[in-house]
């Protein structure tokens, strides 16, 4: 049973648009989220975190929504980058675990 | 940099042979993670380690086990070698930062199970 799940195994998105990027959790104990971008080759790199106090955070171009009623958190960036295109993977973790589980991912393309 | 290394970096190995992959970090931090990249499953946890000698299952333990007698070093043994272990391993440390909480992830291993 996935508890973190990303429903778009890929997305393309024009430079210089904004890209969203989806990410929705089952289970109501998780209160902090990560998401990671990872290259071929490469450990994941991390991006933004949000805490469930918090329905938003912003770092540059990348914005993360947290919508907790929905159990869905979505990754912004604007304007995109053809050197954004990667993988990204959202975490999600219960206070007190110590560990995360991950959505499967969605691979993103910007197109130049 | 997160101060981890992954070794080694590549692999291929027979079916039945036991494999070791080591997880080493410079920076001390209490938790260390072992998972598996596969296509369509993103990454998914094997075993974790709380501190030294403290080790606990993932989401896919079977097949795996784990050691940690110095804070620095992580090891993921696979006793019997299948196919099915065919996969990218990933290290990662962790550490609570006041009220939030980071993983930072190694290079990788790619293991060829032949």
């Known amino acids: 049973d996935q508890q973190v799940k990303q429903n778009s195994p890929s997305l393309s998105v024009q430079e210089g648009r904004i890209s969203i990027l989806n990410c929705d959790y089952t289970?109501?104990?998780?209160?902090?989220f990560l998401w990671y971008k990872k290259y071929p080759a490469e450990g994941p790199t991390f991006l933004i975190s949000?805490?469930?106090?918090?329905d938003k955070n912003e770092d540059g171009r990348f914005t993360v929504f947290l919508n907790k009623s929905a159990k869905h958190l979505s990754l912004h960036i604007v304007p995109s980058q053809p050197g954004d295109s990667a993988v990204y993977f959202c975490a999600a973790s219960a206070s007190g675990t110590y560990k995360y589980i991950f959505g499967t991912g969605t691979r993103l393309k910007v197109l130049a | 940099d997160a101060g981890i290394t992954q070794s080694p970096r590549h692999k291929v190995t027979e079916t039945g042979t036991p494999v070791t992959l080591r997880c080493h970090q410079t920076e001390n931090h209490r938790y260390m993670y072992w998972y598996r990249q596969d296509p369509g499953h993103g990454l998914r946890l094997i075993h974790y380690?709380?501190?030294?000698?403290?080790?606990d299952k993932g989401e896919v333990s079977d097949g795996y086990s784990v050691s940690r007698s110095k804070t620095e070093d992580f090891l993921l043994t696979l006793e019997s070698a299948t196919s099915s272990q065919t996969s990218v391993y990933f290290c990662?440390?962790?550490?609570?930062?006041?009220?939030?909480?980071?993983?930072?992830f190694g290079p990788g291993t790619r293991l060829t199970v032949t």
């Open positions: 289970n109501s104990m998780f209160d902090y």
């Open positions: 949000i805490s469930s106090i918090k």
């Open positions: 990662a440390i962790g550490w609570a930062s006041g009220s939030s909480y980071e993983q930072y």
């Open positions: 380690s709380y501190g030294v000698k403290d080790t």
